[in-house]
């Protein structure tokens, strides 16, 4: 028996689809039949540095999404919840946190702390930073930060209408560089519909970071959050397409991935069947629909319990079937 699945041919122009065929096709030789699952849950919670305040209070996430995440404002705050999270069996985690006005996380003052977690636990440390300059990202280098995950807009009037920033592309490449000379693990976010729901640089993101060494280009999607001005907003899931095709073609060498963030119900399904046939590798948080897609169409699927910017490891390799299914 076969599972239902979505017609791609008539939700997508001939041109796209062929594109599409071609750069599923390149995964697979590259890599083989293969998908990775990042399931994060407890095994790799997500912690805040500065709770649920952020200056900017962006039109897409209103500080909402921070309410969700572990305060720990200090160092000493940090290190200890480290220390309990790796004894209820955490594989690692998260740092992130509000910007302040120039689109900074407090990360590289929380560097001694880092370094204190990784001399002291086992746990696998990332961080979001926001703008970053080359001595900051120095300074986090030498804490030992397993990765830094950085959201690259390829429109500046975006930026401004959704952030409220004032900044340059030079800015972007400025923080992306600084990372990449660091030597950090480097995984560039690009969110696809950032700009009310359409497309508005996206493509344009993926130039923005060719010049740099990544270890996967994560592609995520705006979120209709409840109180927030883009509730009612939902990106066109063939959008995704289009910017995980172009990812492919540019990156040829490097792993793409579908991050958490993306669309709800039936689009996230959606979402989810066109960046496997569009060659993504990694899918963060897949629901039950890829699951079944992927089975149903011969990949070998296995899940790992970390953030979607950290490389696969049998260390993190979760065994459980997802929704009761094989993995």
Not at 68 to 79: A, E, N, T, V, Y
């Amino acid at each position: 028996m076969g599972v239902r699945e979505f017609d791609l041919d008539d939700i997508i122009d001939p041109k796209l689809r062929d594109r599409m065929r071609k750069a599923r096709a390149h995964t697979t030789l590259r890599s083989g039949k293969q998908l990775n699952f990042y399931i994060t849950s407890h095994s790799f919670p997500s912690i805040s540095l500065t709770g649920s305040k952020c200056s900017l209070n962006c039109k897409h996430c209103g500080g909402i999404l921070l309410e969700r995440l572990i305060p720990c404002k200090s160092p000493k705050s940090l290190i200890s919840m480290a220390q309990k999270l790796m004894g209820h069996g955490a594989k690692g985690l998260l740092i992130t946190g509000g910007c302040d006005k120039k689109g900074k996380v407090p990360v590289p003052a929380m560097s001694d702390a880092i370094r204190t977690i990784k001399d002291t636990t086992d746990l696998i440390v990332v961080a979001h930073t926001g703008f970053i300059n080359e001595k900051e990202a120095q300074i986090l280098k030498q804490s030992g930060l397993d990765g830094v995950g950085f959201d690259v807009v390829g429109d500046m009037e975006t930026v401004q209408r959704v952030y409220g920033l004032t900044v340059s592309e030079h800015d972007y490449i400025s923080s992306l560089k600084a990372l990449s000379n660091a030597g950090l693990r480097l995984f560039p976010h690009i969110c696809v519909g950032l700009d009310g729901g359409k497309l508005s640089g996206e493509l344009h993101a993926l130039s923005m970071i060719k010049e740099c060494q990544v270890s996967t280009v994560v592609i995520t999607g705006l979120m209709p959050l409840r109180g927030t001005p883009f509730s009612r907003v939902k990106p066109d899931p063939v959008d995704f397409a289009r910017v995980i095709i172009k990812a492919v073609e540019m990156f040829p060498e490097t792993p793409i991935t579908l991050g958490c963030a993306r669309s709800l119900g039936q689009s996230r399904e959606l979402i989810d069947h066109l960046a496997i046939e569009s060659g993504v590798e990694n899918i963060a948080i897949p629901t039950r629909y890829a699951i079944e897609y992927a089975q149903y169409h011969g990949y070998r699927m296995q899940s790992y319990g970390t953030c979607c910017g950290v490389p696969p490891s049998k260390n993190t390799r979760i065994h459980k079937p997802l929704y009761g299914g094989r993995i």
